[in-house]
């Protein structure tokens, strides 16, 4: 059952029926990069319609209120219509901007944000591109999105979206150091930067068990980095109005947000794969595990997001530097000792 | 050392936490706050110019529209003063009323207070919570006078109207609830660290300073100053209750946080003990149908959620006042932002504009 319906299984499939048409082989592996880039892409832009909905439904769980309940049943098609409204509106672009880097954040942020998919282990053998360095693939061009930020911020010539645009590169500077070295525990352990060995690794124990100090600190730095509260000093409204995206409307202002969802998503896959054991999972195909996974770990952030208030600026950077990095640092160093120590006594 | 340069932000008057159309022209340096001045009259009314061209009793509803989310406290202020001015005897009960009112308005106030602060710090939830709660309060002003924000209840002589058979059980209910409701906020806001570290040590006025401003309300007794009109000189019958004046220490935005919390608490207690108390009888006094007060002036105080609120009429024994003056207490505490607001960061100039509270119905009057 499980092998029936996983990934790996449908695309030989695919394969199979593609060969009736081709007999060139390279032309069926054009077609299959195809069909699994058209995979990832739906998954992302999927992702922002189905999480927004999610994240009105819950916030309101939260807050004693209703939610949307309008537009379909039980309001699910409100982010179709919030979609095809962002769609129609007027696109504005101010006079005091450095046009062609306006246009080109949103844009640019988007890329990285996408990029990142490419090394994800949905399942058992399906991953678009299993790169030895596959972890460290997704630190270097997850890392990008900081400059379209400050693109952003810079280049639409309001003070609000300059603040907000260098408090981005501060917030996300800082907090990728702890991140990475509390994914170098997992890799530590695993002894490979691939993605597939990482979830192999943990058939028989997730590594949440193994490090949970480096998952804690993942979680926190993840949160930073995806700017989402109590780590939403990029965008705070109450502050800032809307940091870097204040001058941005309509569709460009939608691309910002799918970024951000995307990016959401991200962080949960790769908390997902480094920590909770990627697809594997008893009776159920490895990909709905993995997406089951992701989806208690976004419940988590959403959970943070409604619960805390923001921090200020200088108590974030203290945060960063003087709590989590030397936390992050002593995890390897434990964990480096513990290895030794295993490796001595067995 | 690389030469830098201040810059001017404009916060205001169309910004999501400046709580209405307040601006305030801020100099930064970096995100450092060099100068924060506040300008105001977007939401100007001329009010006290309207007062001099209506009678003593179509004046009422123009107070209401002061500090609109304490109306009653206006109310209140206002006719007393006129009752001064006239020297007329209030019912018992017309007093009683009036006292459990204000006391539930200035609940209904603070938990507006809260949930502000909630959403300028970035706590989404803690400002629902505090507005279901609100709406609690509002239902109840519903029932006594169909109104829930511009109420007009409180008149000269007495109320409006008397209260509904069903307005003191749920008014029992909602002040039983009423602990609980508190817990839960102490649990989502009060005993959260961020909230505790983004308010303890910043915006710090101390008491002699904020005598110097002139701050009054919980803003001042949040700086340590044991000053309360209900009990320095108590007006309408304040002095038959017992209740507690809470004071912080450090006039730092938690302590103002914490005064008002606090606050609410001893406003409860006094709706209770107000309720029992409750005498039955008329709640209107013999008023005449024409008011002529004799010439001469008048100054009255009371003490309003967001602080000394005074109203000064100066009568020429006609209908109409020649001239009326509020001493608006938001807009004598807005004065101390730009002395609290130096050297703080953006986010902090956010958190003390909460937390002074200013209401620019009142500020622009």
Known sequence: MQEVIGLFAISEILRGLLSQYFSNPQWIDLFMALINLGGILTVISMSAIVLVYAERKISAYMQVRIGPNRVGPWGTIQSVADMIKLMSKEDIIPDSADKKMWILAPVLLFIPSAAVYAVFPFDRQAIFADLNIGIFYFIAVASQSTLPFLMAGWSSNSKYALVGGMRTVAQMLSYEVPMAFSIVGVVMLTGSMRMSDIVAAQQHGWFIFLQPVAFVVYMIAAIAETNRAPFDLVECESELVAGP?????????????????????????????????????????????????????????MWFRWTFPRLRIDQLMTFGWKVLLPLALVNVLITGIGIYSYKLFS | ???????????????????????????????????????????????????????????????????YVASMGNNLGYCQTVEKLIEIEIPERAEYLRIIMTELNRIASHLLFMSSLAIDLGATTGMIYGFRDRETVLDLFDMVCGARLTYNYIRIGGVADDIPPEFIPATQKFLGDFPKILEEYHNLLTGNEILYYRLKNTGIINGKQALEVGLTGPC????????????????????????AVPLG??????????????????????????IAQLPEGPFMAKVPKVLKPPAGDVYHRIENPRGELGFYIVSDGTTKPYRTHVRRPSFINLQALDEVCKGLLIADVVAVLATLDPLMGEVDC
């Open chain 2, 249 to 274: 220490e450090n006039g730092d935005n938690w302590d103002r946080y914490i005064v008002r919390m606090e606050e609410m608490v001893e406003s409860s207690k006094i709706i209770a003990q107000a």
């Open chain 1, 245 to 301: 995206f204040t001058e941005y409307s309509g569709m460009r202002w939608a691309l910002f947000f799918l970024a951000e969802y995307s990016n959401l998503l991200a962080a949960s896959a790769i908390a997902t794969t480094l920590f909770l054991g990627g697809w594997n999972g008893p009776w159920l195909p490895g990909w709905l595990w993995f997406f089951l996974k992701i989806g208690v770990m976004i419940f988590v952030f």
């Open chain 2, 1 to 67: 050392m690389p030469k830098t340069q201040t810059y001017t932000l404009n916060m205001g008057p169309q910004h999501p936490s400046t709580h209405g159309v307040l601006q305030l022209e801020l100099e930064l340096d970096g995100e450092q706050v060099v100068k924060a001045i506040p300008y105001m009259g977007y939401l100007h009314r001329g009010i006290e110019k309207l007062a001099e061209s209506r009678t003593y009793t179509q004046f009422i509803p123009y107070t209401d529209r002061l500090d």
């Open chain 2, 220 to 243: 001042l007794r949040a700086s340590g100053v044991d000053y309360d009109i209900r009990k320095v000189e108590s007006y309408g019958i304040y002095d038959r209750f017992d209740f």
